[in-house]
T-cell receptor
């Protein structure tokens, strides 16, 4: 079965520290990859997405992610986090084996940024 | 342009009661989905629809019904609420099979006692 894993359940960083959140998926073949962010008490918002082409994808708020096909990974990065980045981050994958609108989400990583 | 609108935002049900969670979108999206979010489990797909009149089951469909009579609306019905259905429910819509990312509603926090 297709699955998405995220390396860390909870990450705590100080402001200005660099961030990298890991995401791995189990599909083969062509995939669409996403990172969503959920700020406390809010709904999920799309941070960035990868379809094809340049494996380094830039999103909103200074986030970027790198698709490494050989490692089935799509890690999220930010050079310098801010307190306002405190949120839950979800990796999601849509692969060719899924029909219609089935996008599989990872379990999420909770990020806490300490001022 | 309201996006995806969910109502109610909060609901408390007694075991065995039924209710309908409403979801409406004004973006003319063909594809709509319902997810439930539980701590440590991410989002799990309940039901989805690829267009008016077409629905299908997701990962955790038991205890839920959906219908899609119009492009705009995709209500989720709980037939006989159980404590295991205590969760946060999100409706999402997209243009083409979710490939360009979803637009999510603000969620419904449901507690079944």
């Amino acid at each position: 079965a297709q699955s998405v894993s995220q390396h860390n359940h909870h990450v705590i960083l100080s402001e200005a520290a660099s961030l990298e959140l890991g995401c791995n998926y189990s599909y083969g073949g062509t995939v669409n990859l996403f990172w969503y962010v959920q700020y406390p008490g809010q709904h999920l918002q799309l941070l960035l997405k990868y379809f094809s082409g340049d494996p380094l994808v830039k999103g909103i708020k200074g986030f970027e992610a790198e698709f490494i096909k050989s490692k089935f990974s799509f890690n999220l990065r930010k050079p310098s986090v801010q307190w306002s980045d405190t949120a839950e981050y979800f990796c999601a994958v849509k692969g060719p084996e899924t029909s219609y609108d089935k996008v599989i989400f990872g379990p999420g990583t909770s990020l806490s940024v300490i001022p | 342009n309201a996006g995806v609108t969910q109502t109610p935002k909060f609901q408390v049900l007694k075991t065995g009661q039924s209710m309908t969670l409403q979801c409406a979108q004004d973006m003319n999206h063909e594809y709509m989905s319902w997810y439930r979010q539980d701590p440590g489990m991410g989002l799990r797909l309940i039901h989805y629809s690829v267009g008016a009149g077409i629905t299908d089951q997701g990962e955790v469909p038991n205890g839920y019904n959906v219908s899609r009579s119009t492009t705009e609306d995709f209500p989720l019905r709980l037939l006989s609420a159980a404590p295991s259905q205590t969760s946060v429910y999100f409706c999402a819509s997209s243009y083409t099979q979710g490939a360009y990312g979803y637009t999510f509603g603000s969620g419904t926090r449901l507690t079944v006692v």
